[in-house]
């Protein structure tokens, strides 16, 4: 591609040494550059212009900044932000190929992966050719081609927006990260639905207050390249910031909405309920549970309603999708035990967990978890504070602490705790524990992992997946095979 046609759209303030020369390649990594790349300077916690000389060092043959450097012979563009220039110039590399896309967007503190999920799943079962991109990773057709950030950055998310639509993909279902708009990573991308699912205490150590966080959200919804959003009206935040340019559609439970849900029947194995998506009335049975699905459900099926998906086709749908990896997974065991384990990883999330646990079930409640060490340390005592709101104990370990001190996290945690608890390090060997513990009627929660394969300790990611700790210690304490049943229960 040639450096004007790269640049095409970019707000460009001025040029230096400048020539239209080919271009083989993007990166804003100065260790990524190779032969024949565009370098692009981003600031952030580090300066991107520190880096030049390394960039120019690995194949660099053009420099894109926002500051006026001078390096003899090679072409420097200068531009008002770095960060929108890298999602055009992403963009225009890989044939803007998000253009030629159906892109639903889904953001919000939770329930932004199982929306997801549920959205992908009408579609495709329905033979609407969907592919998904989120905190699981990028997955089309069931295969997964990418795992790392939630929203991947520009130069990956163009990429892949290009391989989807080769492979067959014409929709995209993506969750989009607080961080991701405030970076301007989606800079550029129309979207033909954003859906606002909720706001709560998160990344607070980044965004610092919560108005800035729920308006930075809100920025994806109100703008000039979204056709329509679809949003929970029972979320205060949304009442403060909704607007109707572009048209909004509402879903909600205790407030006037668009879509809402009636005649709710909820037990450990499922939920049926009677949903008005915009005076159409559908029935929904699905193997979720809990309150918090059916805001994820109605969000779900109304977008696939605005899509021109049939009643019929979408309760299908709903009905299909018997599991998201990580959110809710049930394990039945005998003497009516029951280990789950799931994602939820803030102090909402525990309390819309945990309290549908406490409701389904009448037995003890273990509950198990940490808290990362790298963000949002404010948190910790409250989620220590909910936990103890509905288990009976708790047993704290290790998620993702990096470099921060066990004992020192366990401290801030504890701070809210007001039952009997226990801390175990690995959390491997806490997972043993607990099952070793298990007595009749109790149930077991794991929380803040779902479906991660790794535990970031000390800067290492250690291999760790609580889905597999469970299918072993179930192999372990009843010696069977993974999905072999035993005494008659379920595993």
């Known amino acids: 591609m040639k450096l004007d046609e790269l640049l095409n ?42 880096y030049i000389a390394e960039a120019i060092s690995n194949g660099a043959i053009c420099i894109v900044t926002e500051e006026d450097v001078f390096v003899e012979n090679i ?10 220039a890298l999602s055009i110039i992403s963009k225009n590399f890989y044939g803007s190929y998000c253009d030629k896309l159906e892109i639903i967007m889904v953001t919000g503190t939770n329930g932004k992966t199982t929306t997801s999920y549920l959205i992908n799943q009408i579609l495709n079962v329905n033979n609407y050719k969907c592919a998904m991109v989120g905190t699981n990773g990028i997955f089309y057709d069931k295969k997964q081609l990418y795992y790392g950030l939630t929203t991947p950055d520009p130069i990956d998310l163009h990429y892949y ?19 991701a708009i405030k970076l301007n990573k ?82 450990i194995d499922g939920m049926k309920f009677c949903a008005n998506v915009m005076d159409e009335l559908f029935d929904i049975e699905t193997s979720l549970v809990g309150l918090y699905n059916v805001y994820n459900i109605l969000a779900s099926i109304t977008s696939a309603r605005c899509l021109g998906l049939s009643k019929e086709e979408i309760e299908y749908g709903v009905k299909s999708l018997i599991e998201i990896p990580g959110r809710f997974n049930k394990f039945f065991l005998d003497l009516n035990r029951l280990v789950v384990v799931d994602f939820a990883h803030t102090p909402d999330g525990f309390l819309q967990v945990l309290s549908e646990i406490k409701a389904l ?34 047993v704290l370990t290790t998620d993702n602490i990096n470099f921060e001190n066990f004992d020192l996290v366990c401290e801030d945690i504890v701070k809210g ?44 990611k250690v291999p760790h997946s609580d889905i597999e700790e469970v299918e072993k210690n179930i192999e372990r304490v009843f010696n069977v095979r993974k999905g072999v049943s035993c005494e008659g229960s379920i595993i």
């Open 417 to 460: 705790i007001t039952i009997p608890y226990q801390k175990v390090f690995d959390r491997k060997e806490a997972i043993r524990m607990c099952f070793d513990e298990l007595r009749e009627n109790d149930t077991l929660i794991l929380l803040g992992k779902g479906c991660e394969t790794s535990n970031l300790i000390n800067g290492v």
């Open 9 to 50: 759209n970019v707000d460009v303030v001025d040029r230096n040494n400048y020539d239209n020369i080919d271009v083989k390649g993007v990166s804003f990594d100065s260790r990524k550059v190779n032969d024949g790349y565009v370098f692009v300077c981003l600031n952030g916690e580090k300066n991107g212009n520190d």
């Open 161 to 179: 927006f290009k391989v989807l639509y080769e492979l067959g993909a014409r929709y995209v279902v993506m969750e989009a990260s607080a961080h």
């Open 75 to 84: 072409p420097i563009v200068i531009v008002k932000d770095s960060r929108i």
């Open 361 to 394: 079930r009448s037995g003890r409640l273990k509950v198990l978890f940490g808290c990362v060490g790298y963000s949002d340390s404010f948190k910790r005592a409250e989620m220590g504070r909910v936990a103890s709101m509905y288990a009976d104990n708790i």
């Open 186 to 267: 989606l800079y550029g991308i129309k979207t033909k639905q954003v859906v606002f699912t909720n706001i709560s205490n998160e990344h607070l150590d980044y965004f610092k207050t919560m108005d800035e966080y729920a308006s930075t959200k809100f920025e994806l919804l109100y703008n000039n390249n979204n056709t329509l959003s679809i949003v929970n009206i029972d979320d205060d935040y949304a009442q403060k910031n909704i607007s109707n340019k572009p048209p909004t559609i509402t879903y909600g439970l205790k407030n006037p909405a668009d879509s809402f849900a009636v005649d709710i029947s909820c037990s």
